[in-house]
C-alpha cells in the first residue's frame, strides 16, 4: 500500500471550506485518488472513497458488510474512557441499520409496508397539518427565536413519535438522550448512560405495546410473535433516533443555506413548484450525515484499487455529492439542478427506510416558512452560527433568525 493519507486526528469531519461544504483535504483526494488508502488515529491502515462512482458501488456491493464485528474491529475515532478493544461487539438486536442479509432483510422487510410511498401520501396531509400547527406557535413569539427548538426539531418529533407510538411528552427523554449518543467527544461511561436510559424506555413502552397495542407502528410491531422484545426494542431505536435528528439537522441546515442565498429564497417562495427539486438539491448539497463506514468481507476491487479482506472502508458521502464527475458545477446550490441520484439517503440494501417521509416533512417545513414569514433572515451573523462538528450528524446547535412580519 503507497500514499497512505495520514489523519493523525483521526478523520477531517470539520467543514473547513465553509458550513455547507466538504473539508478541502477530501475534495482534493477525490480528484487525485477517488479510493485512497488512510491511517485512522490508532495506526491502522483503512480506505477513504471519496468519487460518485466509488461510493454508490460500494453501497451497493454486499461484500461491503454495515457489521462492525467482521475481520478485526477498528473505531473510526477513538472514544474517551473507551478500553482497548479485545474483541469485536456482537450486534444490537434489532439495530439492523448495522446487519447484512439474511438478519437485515428479515427486519427490515416487517418494515416496509409501514413506509411505502402510498403510506407516506396518505400521511402527507397530516403531516402538513403538524408543520403547520408549530408555524403558528412560532408565529406568536417575539424574535429572535431559535429555529432549532422551535420548528427544525419539533415537527420531525413530533411525526415520528405519532407514527410510533411514542408520547410526545416525554420528547426531553429521547431528544437529550439521542443527542448524547450522538456526541464525538463524550465519555464511555456518559454515552454507555444515554443509550441505557433511552433503552430501557423503549423496552417499558414496548412491553406496554405488547400488553395493550393501540393504532401505530410500533404497536403493529409488538403484534409480530416473531420479533424478540430486545428486536422490537433496536427497531424502535434505530427508528426514533433516525426519525427525528436527520430531518430536524436538515431542515435547519437548509434554512441555513437558504438564508445565505436570499435569492434562492425568494425564488422559491415565488414559485413553489420549485420546491420538491429544491428538497433534492438541498440534500445533496448539504448531506447531514457525512460519512457511513463498511468493512470488507473478502478482497475486493474498487476504483481501481484493491481493498483487502477485514479492511475498514470510509464513504464520503458529501464528497461524493459533490463529485464534478456526476454533477455539473457541484460546488453552487441550484435549485433548478435534477439531483436526484444524490447519495445523502445512500444507496442498495441500507437505503433509508423513511427517505419518503423525510421528503414530505422537509418539502412542507421548507414551504412553510417560506410562505409564513417572507422577511424570514439570521438574528446573527453568519459566521456565529454554532455548527455541529461535534456530532455525528452535521446541522446546527442553533439557528437565531429573526422576521419584520408574517403572512396568513
Keep these: 500500500m503507497t500514499s497512505t493519507v495520514p489523519t493523525p486526528h483521526g478523520l477531517p469531519l470539520d467543514r473547513d471550506a465553509g458550513p455547507f461544504d466538504p473539508p478541502s483535504r477530501i475534495t482534493r483526494l477525490r480528484e487525485g485518488r477517488p479510493v485512497s488508502p488512510m491511517l485512522f488515529p490508532d495506526g491502522h491502515q483503512g480506505w477513504l472513497v471519496t468519487g460518485y462512482d466509488a461510493v454508490r458501488q460500494a453501497m451497493a456491493d454486499t461484500r461491503f458488510s454495515s457489521r462492525q464485528d467482521i475481520g478485526v474491529l477498528h473505531l473510526p475515532y477513538e472514544t474517551p474512557g473507551m478500553p482497548a478493544m479485545t474483541e469485536p461487539s456482537p450486534p444490537e438486536p434489532g439495530v439492523f441499520i448495522s446487519m447484512d442479509p ?3 432483510t428479515r427486519l427490515r422487510r416487517t418494515l416496509t409496508g ?9 400521511l402527507e396531509e397530516h403531516i402538513v397539518a403538524i408543520v403547520e400547527r408549530q408555524l403558528d406557535e412560532m408565529a406568536r413569539l417575539t424574535p429572535p427565536v431559535d429555529l432549532v427548538r422551535q420548528f427544525a426539531l419539533p415537527v420531525p418529533s413530533l411525526v415520528i413519535c405519532e407514527m410510533l407510538g411514542v408520547p410526545y411528552a416525554d420528547r426531553e427523554n429521547f431528544q437529550v438522550n439521542s443527542a448524547k449518543i450522538l456526541v464525538k467527544d463524550i465519555s464511555l461511561d456518559d454515552k454507555m448512560a444515554a443509550y441505557t436510559e433511552l433503552t430501557t424506555y423503549l423496552a417499558q413502552l414496548v412491553a406496554g405495546k405488547r400488553a395493550t397495542p393501540g393504532e401505530d407502528l410500533l404497536s403493529d410491531l409488538a403484534r409480530n410473535d416473531d420479533l424478540s422484545t430486545e428486536e422490537l426494542v433496536g427497531i424502535a431505536f434505530v427508528l426514533l433516533v433516525a426519525g427525528h435528528d436527520t430531518t430536524a439537522n436538515m431542515l435547519a ?8 442565498h436570499p435569492d434562492l429564497f425568494a425564488e422559491l417562495r415565488a414559485d413553489p413548484d420549485l420546491l420538491p427539486g429544491a428538497v433534492e438539491e438541498l440534500l445533496r448539497h448539504l448531506a447531514v450525515v457525512d460519512f457511513l463506514y463498511r468493512y470488507a468481507t473478502e478482497d475486493i476491487e474498487l476504483g481501481g484499487e484493491t481493498i483487502p479482506e477485514g479492511s475498514t472502508v470510509v464513504l464520503a458521502l458529501l464528497a461524493a455529492n459533490r463529485d464534478p464527475r456526476r454533477f455539473d458545477d457541484p460546488d453552487t446550490l441550484d435549485v433548478h439542478r435534477k439531483a436526484r441520484g444524490h447519495m445523502s439517503f445512500g444507496h442498495g440494501i441500507h437505503q433509508c427506510l423513511g427517505q419518503q417521509l423525510a421528503r414530505i416533512e422537509m418539502r412542507a417545513g421548507f414551504g412553510g416558512l417560506l410562505r409564513r414569514f417572507p422577511t424570514l433572515r439570521l438574528a446573527v451573523p453568519a459566521g456565529e452560527v454554532r455548527l455541529r462538528t461535534d456530532m455525528n450528524i452535521y446541522g446546527v446547535h442553533e439557528l437565531p433568525v429573526t ?3 408574517t403572512a396568513p
Excluded: I, N
Excluded at 409501514?114 to 396518505?122: D, G, I, L, P, S
Excluded at 441546515?253 to 445565505?260: D, P, R, S, Y
Design 114 to 122: 409501514a413506509f411505502t410511498v402510498q403510506r407516506m401520501r396518505q
Design 253 to 260: 441546515l437548509g434554512t441555513f443555506a437558504l438564508l445565505e
Design 403 to 405: 422576521w419584520a412580519d
Design 102 to 104: 439474511p438478519d437485515h
